[in-house]
């Protein structure tokens, strides 16, 4: 019966942790960049890489802007990155990114 009971005890908290994590909201700024998969985008910002693909309007490669989303688990083709759903992107054209990468 202990066993059971630790064992409903960690479920539950692992489920916390994760619904947790899934509803943290993050605001970070740095230049779009092509991700390693196709068609995916990520931006770095600080030692953190962001994965923006599914940003909208969707982040144009070597622009400069600012995103904010929501941090997600779930699993996509691009495996790069931390996943942002529900993210809107916000291109600021006075900031310029150094596209000599």
Known sequence: MKKLALA????????????GSQAQ???????AEKGVE???????DKDQ????????????P???GT????????????????LLKAAEWKPDPEKKCDNSQ
């Open 8 to 19: 409903i005890f960690t479920t539950t908290a692992l489920a916390a942790l994760t619904f």
């Open 25 to 31: 909201q993050v605001n970070v700024s740095g230049c």
């Open 38 to 44: 196709s068609g995916c985008v990520v931006l770095k």
């Open 49 to 60: 890489l962001y994965n923006i693909t599914h940003a909208s309007p969707k982040p144009v």
């Open 62 to 64: 070597g622009t400069y």
């Open 67 to 82: 995103v904010t989303g929501t941090v997600s688990g779930d699993a996509d083709i691009c495996q790069q990155g931390t």
